[in-house]
């Protein structure tokens, strides 16, 4: 009997890594040949090392790589037009079943490649770049561009309510489906805090203090310094420098500001950082390879993006049991109360949430307790088990 055969595209090897694994892995265990197409040389968020890391990981799982120089922009077409080509000719050297592709322009060229191949489709929004709020621009371009792919999408997963409920009034894809996000390994975080520790406990807190005292000599903050984290790549979507400056406007001098990730916008943040007078307080050291202890040393993880679908980072800071002040936009709207969300713009809404939470350990522990509750039902397992089902739809298409 011929084995089945499924490709799994993307415009970068980081959405296969930070959103993927375990769909690769649970696509194996339903007897499938796997497939990868993505880019594994340039823009991801991850830096080279993770990215051949994951290279190794996936052939030593007997997955079948294809490099698809595609781009993450539409800005230049040439480039969308030779991935456009090099994915059609992939699905012609190929049979497959069916592909899963993910990312706007990824999963546009793929979708389109596909329908002319007559290759079925699941299509993944990580978080629609049209949503409430959004510029004019961007509706005309993606809403218009999703409208059109929807009629060649047979399944259509969206990861938030929003996305969820607008794709089901407007978009006309085959069926269409809500996971809770990606999943997350909510075991590897672990619960951090305790209102008052038992004689029991007493060890695990001084292996937690000895973390955290690694954390702050490994990025150079002092010794009771407060340590404000964020996650997330060094672009404008971030919106990094908005805290830069509620940080500015904090009347607590000994508050440091962490950001893990790496991206185009380094040099500018640090510039803008001298020019507010917090660079001496501003932490950039890049891509991180395993974060878990770093969300637990901190004392507040600050999420403050213009853009979101179902935030990873965010998840993960509460699993991690750290207490978050967020930007109030979908996605983070679903997961964390209203009193610790701020609009985007408004840095003197963030610095308060910052003076109740830095100084008020009882509100902070109240919110790592609700944060610790409401992340279990997006764990791996809660997702896996909504896209076995899904990849088992795919049969009976």
């Known amino acids: 009997m011929k084995r089945k055969r499924v490709l ?23 007897g499938y040949e796997v497939h990868v197409a993505c880019n594994f040389r340039e823009g991801n968020t991850c830096d080279e090392k ?38 059609k000719q992939l699905l012609a050297r190929y049979h497959f079943d069916w592909l899963h592709c993910h990312s706007p322009v990824g999963g546009a060229l793929a979708r389109t490649a596909a329908y002319r191949k007559n290759v079925r489709v699941i299509y993944t929004a990580h978080g629609f770049h049209f949503y409430k709020g959004a510029p004019l621009k961007n509706w005309l371009l993606y809403y218009s561009a999703e409208k059109l792919l929807a009629y060649q999408t047979d399944v259509l997963i969206t990861v ?61 903050i002092p010794k009771g310094a407060k340590l404000v984290l964020s996650v997330g790549e060094l672009n404008k979507g971030k919106n990094h420098r908005m805290v830069l400056d509620a940080l500015a406007r904090l009347p607590d001098r000994d508050i440091y500001y962490l950001i893990c990730g790496q991206g185009a916008l380094r040099e500018e943040l640090w510039h803008y950082a001298l020019k507010t007078g917090v660079a001496g307080r501003i932490r950039m050291p890049g891509f991180q390879e395993d974060l878990s202890v770093v969300y637990q040393s901190a004392d507040v993880f600050v999420f403050p993006s213009l853009r979101e679908g179902m935030p990873v980072a965010l998840l993960e800071a509460m699993a991690a049991g750290t207490a978050c002040a967020v930007s109030d936009i979908r996605g983070n709207a679903e997961l964390i109360a209203e009193k610790y969300r701020f609009p985007p713009d408004r840095p003197d809404l963030l610095v308060q949430i910052l003076g109740r939470l830095l100084n008020d350990e009882r509100e902070r522990n109240r919110q790592i307790r609700q944060n610790l509750e409401k992340v279990k039902k997006y764990s791996n397992q809660a997702v896996s088990r909504q896209m076995k089902r899904i990849y088992q739809q795919m049969n009976h298409i």
């Open 160 to 220: 938030n309510q929003e996305d969820y409920r607008l794709a089901e009034r407007k978009l006309c894809a085959g069926s269409i489906h809500r996971i809770p996000g990606v999943g997350i390994a909510t075991f590897r975080y672990g619960k951090l805090f305790a209102d008052a520790p038992a004689e029991a406990d007493v060890m695990e807190c001084d292996a937690k203090a000895c973390a955290k005292k690694a954390v702050y000599q490994k990025y150079n």
């Open 50 to 87: 993770r990215v051949l890391k994951l290279r190794a990981d996936l052939r030593n799982m007997h997955i079948i790589l294809h490099q698809w120089d595609c781009p993450r922009s539409v800005r230049n077409p040439v480039t969308c037009v030779r991935a456009y080509i090099q994915i």
């Open 8 to 30: 799994m595209a993307a415009s970068v090897a980081s959405m296969i890594d930070q959103f993927n694994r375990e769909n690769l892995v649970l696509l194996q265990e339903l």
